[in-house]
């Protein structure tokens, strides 16, 4: 939120109210208050009159983690939404000097200093970590009236700032203006479906803002020197994490807000979706699992898409008998081949769906302020949004997919619950709209999630998700929604991807090809470019919105090169199974930033066209119709002179700490293996 008029002056209209200094301080055993006049320090009791108050209390729910909590009224939010953290008995030490009070937990401190100047510094094991000083902490007014509590970190020199959830936009954030607000705005542009107010450092540590609501943050743009974070509320709290790295950091995140769990091992293997086309039926699935196995191409899942239920009635959850009059046999014919199924679903309940009249008469839908069913024909005539809020609400959901589940269905791909209004409706429970609209994402994949591990097991719990939020890690996958079908989108969703695993996501996905093949087809190259950084992804799936994107419509080339990638997925499956196992001990990814393993290279600090898949793999996808690949091989611990790595496919070896380009042909791509690493147990000759 911008509310200054370059470095000196407040923008017309707007009221900035900035803490001075800390006039006193309480102690208790595991928790700082400090006392804030606005404006100016208090040196008589007049100055105590006419005058705002900001009180901050600092706690810390984990070792290494301090929390500080900024109020200007308090108000009771006992009824609202927040996330489900996961405090632990953290032993903390609280001392008062001559000079400056000092919050210890772990290895990071809290020091505030005494006297008229503002500065709370951050420090671990002797270093300063990040800084707040001068005008940082302050209450805003805007010319609405709303009021906002707005703090700011220093943005050190050669500071780099990482994640805030799936953004499409640059890797790095320095520079950006971010609202973390779930929108339905595609993937092409700096809106985003997964808005998660965390984000990492390269200076080591993670600022984590714990508000279910908009959360603005200016990065190096209100102020070029510093990361600006901002609520529309009375109080905003915000941890500061660190760690022993940025593993570290992301570990004790994902302590506090959940950790991934592993996935089922066959999830991490092929699906392949019917896409959006309504001319698919019964049959025509089952042909296109025969074609796969004629082609020589394994098949872990296939995604039936909208069209299983009738048009105008999305949500129904009721097969087109037309088009699946016996849909147990085909689960059934799918399982005999060892093949699971996953079908389309949204939160939405259109009016022309047979259970409208059940959830409407029964109060399981948002509402307007005046008891009316909320509706509006964005997406579905008549659409209604279920009210996850009502528990009866969501049993009644769970209900729909229960019986789906035990016909034979295995998961879910949650689409939307991005679109959620915030003006002029009632919740169940009388939550704020507002904290309401990002926090419905979560109680709708959780939902769906929960009833999925309740018939099968939660071995075998996975949904395939476009929204979320914080804690949404705990419910996955993940996909990165509707990029188009040219190389740009596809660099585009890797960024997006990669900056979600800085969120503590622990996988994600991608419609490979491109979801957008209208008017812009994927052309043979790009589909086996695309297929070649699908399949090294965490979860690999062929859609669309319109074509059927199986390889056999791009040319006998496209299927060899999918048969050639999807065995090699397969071969690799006992590596990405112990890369889940690892995000979920840890929080890291299966797919990493370069800079996520590297931090001591600073090389890494700004690649966003590579990863590592898993720790031993590093993938530079080719972006371009020349075959040509631009990649970088990282040096451990800055070593320029360490050992090579290796070619998995072609066995070719590699100094680090160095830039390459080469051209490959479609059977190829960088797929360099660690020094000292096999993640195959095989030789490379083996391997290709």
């Given amino acids: 939120m911008k509310f200054l008029n370059g470095a000196w002056l407040v923008k017309q209209g707007y009221e900035a109210n900035y803490v001075s200094s800390v006039y006193s301080a309480d102690i208790e055993s595991d928790k700082l208050t400090l006392y804030c006049p606005l404006n100016q320090p208090i040196h008589s009791l007049g100055d105590t009159l006419n005058k705002g108050l900001l009180t901050i209390e600092v706690t810390s729910p984990h070792a290494d983690v301090i929390t500080t909590r900024l109020i200007n009224y308090k108000r009771d939010r006992s009824h609202q939404p927040s996330f489900e953290l996961n405090p632990s008995n953290t032993a903390v030490t609280i001392e008062e000097t001559e000079d400056d009070w000092r919050f210890t937990s772990g290895k990071l401190t809290l020091v505030v200093a005494k006297g008229d100047s503002l500065d709370f510094q951050y420090i671990r094991e002797g270093k300063l970590v990040t800084r707040a000083s001068l005008n940082s902490k302050a209450v805003v007014i805007d010319p609405s009236g709303q009021t906002f509590i707005v703090d700011q970190l220093d943005l050190a020199v050669g500071e780099k700032i990482y994640g805030l959830g799936e953004r499409f936009t640059n890797f790095v954030r320095n520079g950006q203006s971010v609202d973390c607000w779930n929108l339905d705005g595609g993937s092409q542009s700096e809106q985003a479906y997964k808005n998660i107010p965390f984000y990492l450092s390269n200076k080591g540590y993670g600022l984590f803002v714990d508000t279910t609501g908009l959360v603005s943050f200016?990065?190096?743009?209100?102020n070029v020197s510093r990361v600006e974070?901002?609520?529309p509320e009375q109080e905003m709290s915000y941890s500061v994490i660190s760690g022993n790295s940025l593993k570290g950091v992301l570990d004790n995140y994902t302590d506090l807000t959940g950790k991934p769990p592993k996935v089922p091992d066959w999830s991490l293997g092929l699906w392949l979706s019917t896409s959006m086309s309504p001319y698919f039926d019964q049959e025509s699935i089952l042909e296109m699992v025969n074609d796969m196995a004629a082609h020589d191409i394994p098949l872990s899942?296939?995604?039936?898409?909208?069209?299983?239920?009738k048009e105008l009635e999305w949500c129904s959850f009721q097969w087109d008998e037309k088009k699946f009059p016996q849909p147990e046999r085909l689960l059934s014919e799918l399982h005999q081949r060892g093949i699971k199924s996953c079908v389309w679903i949204n939160p939405y309940i259109a009016q022309k769906s047979p259970i409208f009249k059940e959830g409407a008469r029964n109060g399981y839908f948002i509402k307007n302020t005046d008891g009316?069913?909320?509706q509006w024909d964005m997406w579905q005539p008549g659409m209604a949004i279920v009210d996850f809020t009502n528990p009866a609400a969501t049993k009644w959901y769970q209900s729909k997919l229960r019986h789906l589940l035990e016909q034979?269905?295995?998961?879910?791909?949650?689409?939307f619950g991005e679109r959620i209004p915030t003006e002029h409706v009632e919740y169940f429970n009388h939550a704020d709209p507002a904290l309401m609209h990002n926090y419905y994402t979560l109680l709708y994949n959780k939902a769906v999630y929960e009833v999925t591990a309740a018939v099968h097991g939660e071995e075998n719990a996975v949904v395939f998700a476009?929204?979320?939020?914080?804690?949404?890690q705990k419910y996955p996958v993940h996909w990165g929604g509707d990029p188009t079908a040219t190389y740009e989108a596809m660099a585009d969703s890797l960024r997006a991807g990669l900056s979600l695993g800085m969120a503590g996501f622990g996988y994600w996905s991608h419609d490979i090809a491109g979801f957008e093949d209208r008017p812009v087809r994927p052309t043979p190259d790009l589909y086996k470019r695309w297929t070649q950084f699908g399949l090294l992804s965490s979860h690999s799936r062929y859609h669309g919105s319109n074509e059927l994107k199986v390889p056999w419509r791009y040319g006998d080339e496209a299927v060899q090169v999918t048969s050639e990638f999807a065995k090699l997925k397969k071969r690799l499956a006992p590596y990405l199974s112990r890369m889940a196992q690892e995000a979920h001990e840890t929080?890291?990814?299966?797919?990493?930033?370069?800079i996520l393993e590297f931090p001591n290279d600073p090389t890494c600090e700004d690649i966003d066209t590579q990863y590592m898949l898993g720790g031993d793999l590093l993938v530079a996808p080719i972006f371009s119709d020349d075959g040509f690949a631009r990649f970088y091989v990282p040096a451990e611990n800055g070593d320029h002179a360490g050992d090579v790595w290796k070619n998995l496919i072609t066995g070719e070896e590699y100094k680090p700490g160095r830039w390459y380009e080469q051209q490959y042909d479609y059977h190829t791509l960088p797929l360099l293996v660690r020094p000292g690493a096999d993640p195959m147990h095989v030789s490379s000759d083996s391997a290709s």
């Fill in 301 to 309: 899942v296939v995604h039936i898409d909208s069209h299983w239920m």
């Fill in 408 to 415: 034979g269905v295995d998961c879910f791909k949650t689409d």
């Fill in 229 to 231: 974070f901002a609520v």
């Fill in 372 to 374: 009316t069913i909320w």
């Fill in 587 to 594: 929080g890291v990814p299966v797919m990493r930033a370069m």
């Fill in 218 to 222: 200016e990065i190096g743009t209100q």
């Fill in 466 to 472: 476009r929204s979320a939020t914080v804690g949404s």
